[in-house]
Antibody, heavy 120, light 106 residues
Framework: EVQLVESGGGLVKPGGSLRLSCTVS????????MSWVRQAPGKGLEWVGR??????????DYAEFAKGRFTMSRDSSNNTIYLEMTSLTSEDTGVFYC???????????WGQGTLVTVSS | DIQLTQSPSSLSASFGDRVTLTCRAS??????LNWYLQEPGKPPRLLIY???TLQSGVPSRFSGSASGTDFTLTISGLQPEDLGTYFC?????????FGQGTKVEV
């Protein structure tokens, strides 16, 4: 059974930083492209970024709002991907989901999400 | 960036109704269009990928089609478990983008 479990969310002050984790079981994160998607309270889904599979260079792509502030990475030993976020503002408040990104195959597996609240 | 525009933004239907949701892309995305259903407090669930391929375990009352850059999700006989918000998504290129959602209620 495939499971994605996000963690690391919480309350952070404006200008602060946070690192989210997405621990995967049932799949090898080296063999999957992974994406982060966020959802502000009561709003729609917003793509954050993608980490390509190692065999596809393992590089990253980011939404414009994430460039220069957010960094995705992979830890093969823990089968976990990370989203490092800096210079957070209230506009970053929301639930952050990790998901497998299979391009033509869509986002088949999702985590339950972790809530990030940016407030003073 | 590729924009996806969903219509309607919400709809009210009765159980057993045939329901049609539309997603229009701002440019060509081939068949790289996916549909998700999100229930309150839950992550999205993939229903259809590549325009018309039903994800394993999804009931056959769901179907997807396309005409150019216009994509359609049809539910042939709305069931209680189909209520929620439907999102389309393009995975043709990055940045990936989602439609704004269609809320289906009774």
């Amino acid at each position: 059974e495939v499971q994605l479990v996000e963690s690391g969310g919480g309350l952070v002050k404006p200008g602060g930083s946070l690192r989210l984790s997405c621990t995967v079981s049932g799949l090898n994160v080296n063999d999957e492209a992974m994406s982060w998607v966020r959802q502000a309270p009561g709003k729609g889904l917003e793509w954050v970024g993608r980490l390509r599979r190692n065999t596809d260079s393992g590089t990253t792509d980011y939404a414009e709002f994430a460039k220069g502030r957010f960094t995705m990475s992979r830890d093969s030993s823990n089968n976990t991907i990370y989203l490092e976020m800096t210079s957070l503002t209230s506009e970053d408040t929301g639930v952050f989901y990790c998901a497998t990104d299979r391009g033509f195959g869509g986002y088949r597996f999702w985590g339950q999400g972790t809530l990030v609240t940016v407030s003073s | 960036d590729i924009q996806l525009t969903q219509s309607p933004s919400s709809l009210s239907a009765s159980f057993g109704d045939r329901v049609t949701l539309t997603c229009r892309a701002s440019q060509r995305i081939s068949k790289y269009l996916n549909w998700y259903l999100q229930e309150p407090g839950k992550p999205p669930r993939l229903l259809i990928y590549a325009t018309s391929t039903l994800q394993s375990g999804v009931p056959s009352r769901f179907s997807g089609s396309a005409s150019g850059t216009d994509f359609t999700l049809t539910i042939s006989g709305l069931q209680p478990e189909d209520l929620g918000t439907y999102f389309c998504q393009q995975t043709f290129t990055v940045p990936r983008t989602f439609g704004q959602g269609t809320k289906v209620e009774v």
